[in-house]
């Protein structure tokens, strides 16, 4: 079944960047979230659930830890007390180049030997998860008509 391929994927590549990151203490989590800053720059911590698809009851905790590892720094933003803005420290600035090998061990793992290959399948995995969004609103609409029609 493809779910079950697309499961068991998903866990062995976490269980490798589990294994890679180990050795920095650092989870998978907070490194997609150190990976987002190191994109991005200084984002709101909203952009930053939005972008990991977290929720603030998962991101919350996951940014203290970092904050606590001296990794990033949380503040208000200038323009809108109300939004709070993490930026990477000088510490997550070097890690980056400390952790540049990952990104080309997982992509040995999954067999990618270039970076076009790497860039078809990020593409084929951005569809999968627009088709599956797509399911998943078809599918709440379809509920709500259903509830409607009681």
């Known amino acids: ?4 391929s697309l499961y ?3 866990r062995a590549t976490t269980r490798a960047y589990t ?3 180990e050795p920095w203490s650092l989870s998978y989590p907070q490194y997609l979230a150190l990976v987002a800053l190191w994109l991005e720059g200084e984002q709101s911590v909203n ?3 939005e972008a990991l698809e977290l929720d603030s009851g998962t991101l919350s905790p996951l940014l203290k830890r970092l904050e606590e590892k001296g990794l990033i720094e949380r503040h208000r ?3 809108d007390q109300r939004v709070v803005m993490i930026s990477p420290t000088v510490r997550a600035q070097e890690l980056r180049a400390e952790l540049a090998h990952i990104p080309a061990a997982i992509a ?3 067999g990618l030997p270039d970076i076009e290959s790497a860039l078809r399948l990020v593409d084929a995995l951005h569809r999968l998860t627009a088709g599956m969004d797509d399911v998943r609103d078809g599918a709440q609409v379809s509920a709500r008509q259903k ?3 009681r």
């Open 8 to 10: 068991s994927a998903s």
């Open 19 to 21: 294994s890679l990151l």
């Open 1 to 4: 079944m493809v779910c079950f």
């Open 147 to 149: 509830e409607g029609s």
């Open 77 to 79: 933003s200038a323009r």
């Open 47 to 49: 952009a930053m659930g």
């Open 108 to 110: 040995r793992g999954m």
